[in-house]
């Protein structure tokens, strides 16, 4: 079989790292997005069948931008049912919302103004505000504690993963890695990329009922590896303090990224 499949053929086997949670590994682009809206349609599906609503906290970075213009044009993935969702940022940049570098800006272009969500189910967070983290913090409670006791949490959370492991807004060797009694903090320090941000911290990401992690490219490859070996701390790799309590942790993965991961 193997002297018909040359190695580096887009059809043999991808061999993907091993990591902590559940491991989808895709030939590309589409076929990585398709498994995660796929698992996201379920999750809301679901949540909204047995609570009547589903808590979404969305990332902003670049990749998965493309992803949800996907969830708005692909006629399979129609069924999510966004009148019952709340929209949440996993972390944002402070800077106003008219800036490209604010991530609601992107959001609310690609997938607000297109999915039918509540304008009042949807939370940006509060960039011009001088305590964001405590406004942003106080909605998620009240929104949250409506719920019965042991489903205050998030549902689902899409993380990325920057290739010097950080994931949300938490940046390596920063105070904000510390937050275990606050649900959203502030991030900002020599090793964050500017501007300052705003972040859900882990106590409120590990909470959560699923956990998603999108990383796609080569360029992502050396750091999987490195997240892979665990060798690292989690103020080193903030990505590794990612650890779900009791929820479901699944990454989905390119070919290109497992492959520069070997
Ligand atoms: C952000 C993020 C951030 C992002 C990573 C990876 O606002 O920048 O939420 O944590 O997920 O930087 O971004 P990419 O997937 O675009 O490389």
């Known amino acids: 079989m193997s002297d018909l499949l040359p190695l580096d053929s887009e059809f043999a ?3 993907a790292p091993t990591l902590r949670g559940r491991v989808e590994a895709r030939h590309d682009a589409e076929e990585v997005f398709d498994a995660l809206a796929s698992d996201l349609m379920g999750q809301a599906l679901h949540c909204v069948g047995k609570y009547g609503e589903f808590h979404l906290a969305l990332s902003g970075g670049k990749t998965p931008f493309p992803f949800y213009e996907k969830l708005m044009i692909d006629p399979r993935f129609r069924a999510i049912p966004w009148a019952s969702t709340h929209l949440w940022m996993v972390d944002e940049r402070r800077i106003g919302f008219d800036n490209d570098l604010n991530n609601y800006k992107h959001i609310n272009e690609i997938l607000v103004e297109h999915s039918g969500i509540p304008a009042e189910n949807v939370h940006p967070m509060p960039v011009e505000d001088a305590t964001p983290d405590v406004t942003y913090e106080r909605a998620l409670r009240e929104a949250l504690g409506r719920r019965p006791q042991m489903q205050q949490r998030l549902d689902f959370v899409l ?3 920057g290739d010097n492991g950080h994931t949300a807004s938490l940046f390596p060797h920063t105070q904000v890695l510390k937050v275990r009694d606050r649900m959203v ?6 090793t964050v990329t500017p501007p300052p941000r705003i972040t859900l911290t ?3 990401l590990n909470a959560a009922r699923f956990i998603a992690v999108l990383v796609m490219g080569a360029a992502k490859g050396p750091m999987l ?6 060798k ?3 103020e080193e790799l903030p990505i ?3 650890e779900p309590i009791g929820g479901d942790m699944r990454w989905y993965l390119d070919r290109a990224a497992c492959d520069a991961a070997r």
């Open 13 to 15: 086997p991808i061999e």
């Open 159 to 161: 993380l990325g993963m």
């Open 185 to 190: 903090g502030l991030c900002e320090g020599p």
């Open 202 to 204: 882990y106590p409120t």
């Open 225 to 230: 590896k490195r997240v892979a070996s665990a």
């Open 232 to 234: 690292d701390t989690y």
């Open 240 to 242: 590794l303090g990612i």
